[in-house]
């Protein structure tokens, strides 16, 4: 599996920077993802401890649940970006800012449909199917209430400052 995940986010960091054109983003793209596959992940293995009474997870829920959260998370991230690179006219961090506010509704409308969609998996009664749902529903539901909000925005937020530090600093605007 770790093959897998390896060769899909080099795929996904080289797309994004292509279509971003830039280095850092993509970064914070993909570690946000990461931190909501593994938040999920292990939150969905806590779910089926205390209340499936199972020992582990089934062997295709991390690897399915990867698949889903990351390719879902990709598709919301992009759309966020894309609106993001209309705002080039801001600085980073206000143009972060305005595309978070303007996406953040259509995002979390996409979000609940598809949690939704995965939480019909769980009255199925099969421990695979429900711990895939509740692993899936927990990441999507992190990434866009958290990480796509929050985040990614400080991060961008965060870089941009420095940046701008930097090249005051450099210029002689700050001492």
């Known amino acids: 599996m770790k093959t897998t995940q390896i060769i899909v986010l080099i795929g996904i960091f080289t797309v994004l920077a292509l279509i ?3 280095f850092w983003i ?3 793209i993909i570690g946000s993802l990461l931190l909501s596959f593994y938040t999920s992940i292990t939150l969905t293995s806590l779910f089926a401890e205390k209340f499936l009474h199972s020992g582990e997870l089934a062997w295709n829920v991390p690897f399915f649940g990867f698949v889903m959260i ?15 690179k209309e705002y080039r006219g801001s600085t980073p961090h206000e143009g972060i800012v305005k595309a ?3 996406v953040g509704g259509v995002v979390l409308s996409a979000a609940r449909i598809l949690a939704g969609t995965f939480a019909t998996l769980a009255p199925s009664g099969i421990n695979t199917l429900i711990e895939l749902a509740v692993c899936v529903c927990l990441g999507i539901i992190i990434l866009s209430v958290i990480l796509l909000p929050f985040v990614i925005p400080a991060f961008i937020s965060i870089q941009d400052h420095f940046l701008q530090k930097v090249c005051l600093r450099e210029w002689g605007g700050i001492q």
């Open 100 to 102: 978070s506010a303007n």
């Open 70 to 84: 990351i390719a879902l998370g990709v598709d919301y991230s992009i759309f966020l970006m894309m609106r993001f």
């Open 20 to 22: 971003i054109k830039s």
């Open 26 to 28: 993509p970064l914070y």
